[in-house]
């Protein structure tokens, strides 16, 4: 590949976004759980090494184990281990190695922290088939201001017990990438990130990690950073600022970046600032929630946004929920109001957190249960009998509360002397409807019954008749 002067885009760390400051009340679902690295700010050691649960409507975080000697954290270098409810991530020690860390969210405790050699950018999980993917670029030398030569960049598979990185397939053209701008289509196999090509254009790619082809790259204007992928929605979404007006390089806080500006000149900071959006964003217009059309790159607003700045890495999603997640300063460069954990409903665009947070970099939601409910086939109980393929009983739905069930007229393990019990169970294992006993009548015969609105998300409806019980999935969008 044709070696390229390029930089390693900040697009994630700080956006700059005037806007006002508007108060909301928390009503995001109990269930969320967010995770992330802490800075506990009365300690003397300034590293982030609490791992922490924050409570989705208070946003107070929770240490749940510490995790020694870091000095820096990877940005967008976090995962979670969705087979196993692992939370993940590469960080710099004082030593001067890079480890990968990996943490058993349920307790805290640290499962491992081995030096690592090749650290790949913008990690992702495949939660359908739970393997770990990200980027690695082939590098030449390193300039904090001009940036790196590439040499070749390249989907990797990751195996974390073992630190092995194996090529998927090269990506050509690409020369950059957005920091914490990717995400993963599960139910596809898509590995999606924001990257710049050759050409210095933005683009969204797509990437079939089974065939390694680049299914999609569309131009994208504009900055685009967080992108979440819904499963249950099959979209994309992101954080999108809309640019009107620039301002000059010494307006730039570059310390917030960690760069001293009198050691370069203004020739090295232009470059810099042009290379990743940074000029451009002081003064934009607006941040929105958008949904991106990943075939044609066209975006959909959501929802704008009361936030002049996001926080790099601070960006999750709650598959259950359909949760948007993350951290942005609110108010205005001037005159700043500090920090709020956002959460908002994507499907409805309704803002259900917003409340301060401080020192919480790298969030990422446990969706353990969302996967294995979701993906895994359904089965029965050992008390129960083996699970019938051909169903006795059929379910449809006819409204979003009424539900029509009907038995099969040949159905030998339905037994009409005996009562039917209902069940509704959410993807938590919560019974939210039942157990009840309903009237199927005889065999063939149908009735509906009536369940409270359900939210969208997952869920198993549940029917035992005598020993026999009858399962099925549905997903109430």
């Known amino acids: 590949m044709t070696k390229q002067l390029v930089s390693i ?3 994630g760390f700080f956006v700059l976004l005037p806007c006002l400051l508007q108060a909301q009340n928390s009503t995001a679902d109990p269930g969320i759980e967010i995770y992330g690295l802490f800075n506990n700010p009365n300690e003397s050691d300034p590293a982030f090494n ?5 409570d989705p409507n ?4 929770t240490v749940l184990g510490a995790v020694p000697s870091i000095q820096g954290v990877h940005m967008g270098s976090a995962a979670f281990d969705f087979s196993d409810s692992r939370y993940m991530f590469w960080a710099n020690t004082y030593s001067g190695q890079t480890n990968l860390y990996i943490v058993n969210a349920e307790t805290g405790q640290l499962l491992q922290s081995d030096e690592v050699i090749e650290t790949p950018y913008e990690i992702e999980y495949d939660m359908q088939n739970e393997v770990l993917y990200g980027i690695r670029f082939d590098l030449g030398e390193f300039n904090p201001i001009l940036g790196v030569i590439v040499n070749g960049a390249y989907l990797v598979s990751i195996n974390p017990a073992t630190n092995e990185v194996a090529v998927v397939s090269e990506v050509p053209g690409l020369t950059a990438i957005g920091g914490a701008s990717s995400s993963f289509d599960s139910n596809n196999g898509r590995f999606i990130f924001h990257g710049i090509d050759d050409n210095n254009t933005s683009r969204i790619y797509s990437v079939d990690v089974n065939t390694g082809d680049i299914v999609n790259n569309p131009e994208m204007e504009g900055l685009i950073h967080g992108m979440q992928y819904s499963i249950q929605q099959e979209k994309l979404y992101a954080l999108y600022t809309d640019i009107d007006a620039s301002v000059d390089v010494y307006d730039i806080d570059w310390f917030l970046f960690g760069v001293n500006p009198d050691d370069y000149t203004e020739e090295e900071l232009t470059a810099f600032a042009e290379e990743s959006g940074l000029l451009d964003s002081a003064n934009s217009n607006d ?5 991106i059309d990943v075939t044609t790159g066209e975006k959909s607003i959501i929802t704008s946004l009361d936030t002049y700045a996001s926080v790099g890495g601070a960006y999750t999603f709650d598959q259950q929920s359909d949760t948007y997640i993350f951290i942005g300063l609110d108010g205005t460069p001037s005159n ?3 920090k709020f954990l956002h959460l908002i409903d994507v499907v409805s665009g309704e803002i259900e957190t917003k409340e301060p947070i401080d020192n919480v970099i790298e969030l990422r939601c446990d969706n353990t249960r969302f996967a294995k409910l979701f993906y895994a086939p359904v089965t029965t109980t050992p008390e129960i009998n083996p699970f019938n393929n051909n169903y006795p009983i059929s379910f449809s739905n006819t409204t979003n509360n009424d539900w029509s069930i009907k038995t099969d007229l040949n159905a030998e393990d339905y037994d009409d002397t005996l009562p039917t019990d ?3 169970i959410n993807i938590n294992g919560q019974v939210v409807e039942g157990p009840r006993s309903i009237d199927l009548g005889a ?5 509906t019954i009536i369940s409270p609105r359900l939210i969208p998300g997952i869920y198993l409806i549940s029917l035992q008749n005598g020993k026999n019980r009858w399962t ?4 109430q969008r």
Do not use: C, H, N, R
């Open 9 to 11: 885009l900040l697009l």
């Open 50 to 54: 609490d791992f922490v649960v924050i």
């Open 58 to 61: 208070t946003a107070q975080p």
């Open 287 to 291: 941040m929105y929630i958008v949904e």
């Open 336 to 338: 700043s109001q500090g």
């Open 422 to 424: 209902f069940t509704i």
């Open 443 to 447: 065999k063939g015969g149908k009735t």
């Open 472 to 475: 099925q999935k549905i997903i």
